[in-house]
């Protein structure tokens, strides 16, 4: 009965993988209860390489080409099948194909903001997004580390893990880059060259090659992004406070005008003149309270010499000084060092 069982079995004489569009990293040969032929070909294309496992354990590895599976060419296997004394029989292994070319065009993205240091703003959570490719150049650690003995690995199995490496490292890749965030998006290319270099030992460890990394876009999160546009509008206004609350105001006037003639009833020509000249003569004073605070008196209502300040003048201002703050239009270190200047002057 063994005999014929023996005699039943069919003997494996070509082995070879033709990759589907599926998506597939690595694909078992069907071995069944067949065994190899002594001396089959193997066949290994250009973009794939193959591995032997006996016993669970990798035998050897092989390279793009045709290869006849003799004790020249499979000396690690040779020593476990004892083929020393030209012992040649059907041998039973696991062979696994992998795809060695490049996976393309794979997603990531923050889904949360990332908090990264900034230089300019101190701290800024940011949002990114981008493509990168990767392909496989240690099938016998990929294999240990990943695949395993499953039938079929698949790119959308490793997605989520690889995804995970390049989101952990934004943070040391900003870094590293010394870009601010104003000049991120001028610097793209830089700054996707850092996410990189950051990244690549953790693909590393898995047997993979990070080829190619790419950004796409960065923006911050909207209510930073208001409080940029902030800062922004202030710049383009030479940066003197006054001057940044005129230009508030100016943007508010059309709000303030709406309101004027609403409370006048239906709008007239001179409810709206009433509202844009509140607005205007709003912004004036406040203009000027505060620039009293920040620079002493003015040259129209400069104190005489020796007069101090008057203390709920100091003490308004410093109350303005902190709304301006609490909305993210002055720094901590700005806001301590104005208002230890306007305690100086009450001494």
Same mark, same amino acid.
């Given at each position: 009965?063994?005999?014929?069982?023996?005699?039943?079995?069919?003997?494996?004489?070509?082995?070879? %993988?033709?990759?589907?569009?599926?998506?597939?990293?690595? %694909?078992?040969?069907?071995?069944?209860?067949?065994?190899?032929?002594?001396?089959?070909?193997?066949?290994?294309?250009?973009?794939?390489?193959?591995?032997?496992?006996?016993?669970?354990?990798?035998?050897?590895?092989?390279?793009? &080409?045709?290869?006849?599976?003799?004790?020249?060419?499979?000396?690690?296997?040779?020593?476990?099948?004892? %083929?020393?004394?030209? #012992?040649?029989?059907?041998?039973?292994?696991?062979?696994?194909? #992998?795809?060695?070319?490049?996976?393309?065009?794979?997603? %990531?993205?923050?889904?949360?903001?990332?908090?990264?240091?900034?230089?300019?703003?101190?701290?800024?959570?940011?949002?990114? #997004?981008?493509?990168?490719?990767?392909?496989?150049?240690? !099938?016998?650690?990929?294999?240990?580390?990943?695949?395993?003995?499953?039938?079929?690995?698949?790119?959308?199995?490793?997605?989520?893990?690889?995804?995970?490496?390049?989101?952990?490292?934004?943070?040391?890749?900003?870094?590293?880059?010394?870009?601010?965030?104003?000049?991120?998006?001028?610097?793209?290319? +830089?700054?996707?060259?850092?996410?990189?270099?950051?990244?690549? !030992? +953790? #693909?590393?460890?898995?047997?993979?090659?990070?080829?190619?990394?790419?950004?796409?876009?960065?923006?911050?999160?909207?209510?930073?992004?208001?409080?940029?546009?902030?800062?922004?509008?202030?710049?383009?206004?030479?940066?003197?406070?006054?001057?940044?609350?005129?230009?508030?105001?100016?943007?508010?006037?059309?709000?303030?005008?709406?309101?004027?003639?609403?409370?006048?009833? &239906?709008?007239?020509?001179?409810?709206?003149?009433?509202?844009?000249?509140?607005?205007?003569?709003?912004?004036?004073?406040?203009?000027?309270?505060?620039?009293?605070?920040?620079?002493?008196?003015?040259?129209?209502?400069? !104190?005489? !010499?020796?007069? &101090?300040?008057?203390?709920?003048?100091?003490?308004?201002?410093?109350?303005?000084?902190?709304?301006?703050?609490?909305?993210?239009?002055?720094?901590?270190?700005?806001?301590?060092?104005?208002?230890?200047?306007?305690?100086?002057?009450?001494?």
């Amino acid at each position: 009965m063994a005999l014929m069982d023996f005699i039943k079995k069919q003997f494996i004489d070509v082995l070879e %993988w033709q990759e589907s569009a599926d998506g597939t990293l690595a %694909w078992r040969f069907p071995m069944a209860d067949n065994e190899i032929q002594y001396g089959a070909q193997l066949t290994v294309r250009e973009s794939q390489m193959a591995v032997f496992v006996d016993e669970g354990k990798v035998a050897d590895v092989f390279g793009p &080409g045709r290869h006849q599976l003799t004790t020249q060419t499979l000396p690690l296997l040779t020593n476990l099948k004892n %083929w020393d004394k030209l #012992f040649q029989s059907p041998f039973k292994s696991d062979v696994y194909f #992998f795809s060695t070319r490049q996976q393309i065009d794979q997603r %990531w993205g923050t889904t949360q903001p990332v908090t990264i240091r900034d230089k300019d703003f101190g701290a800024v959570r940011l949002r990114a #997004f981008g493509n990168y490719a990767y392909r496989i150049a240690d !099938p016998k650690r990929f294999f240990t580390q990943i695949s395993g003995t499953r039938d079929r690995y698949l790119v959308a199995d490793l997605d989520g893990q690889l995804r995970g490496f390049m989101l952990q490292h934004i943070s040391d890749a900003v870094a590293s880059s010394g870009v601010p965030f104003l000049d991120l998006a001028a610097n793209l290319v +830089e700054f996707a060259g850092q996410l990189k270099q950051a990244t690549a !030992p +953790e #693909f590393e460890k898995v047997g993979l090659a990070l080829e190619t990394v790419t950004m796409q876009n960065v923006s911050l999160p909207e209510d930073l992004q208001k409080v940029l546009d902030q800062k922004i509008g202030m710049g383009m206004v030479g940066g003197q406070m006054g001057q940044f609350i005129q230009y508030q105001t100016g943007q508010a006037i059309p709000k303030m005008a709406e309101g004027a003639a609403a409370a006048g009833g &239906g709008g007239s020509i001179a409810g709206d003149a009433m509202g844009l000249g509140a607005g205007v003569a709003l912004g004036q004073v406040l203009a000027q309270n505060l620039q009293q605070g920040l620079q002493g008196a003015g040259a129209a209502a400069a !104190p005489t !010499p020796g007069a &101090g300040i008057r203390p709920d003048e100091v003490m308004t201002t410093i109350e303005k000084l902190a709304e301006l703050k609490a909305k993210g239009i002055l720094t901590d270190e700005e806001f301590s060092a104005k208002k230890a200047e306007l305690l100086k002057k009450l001494a």
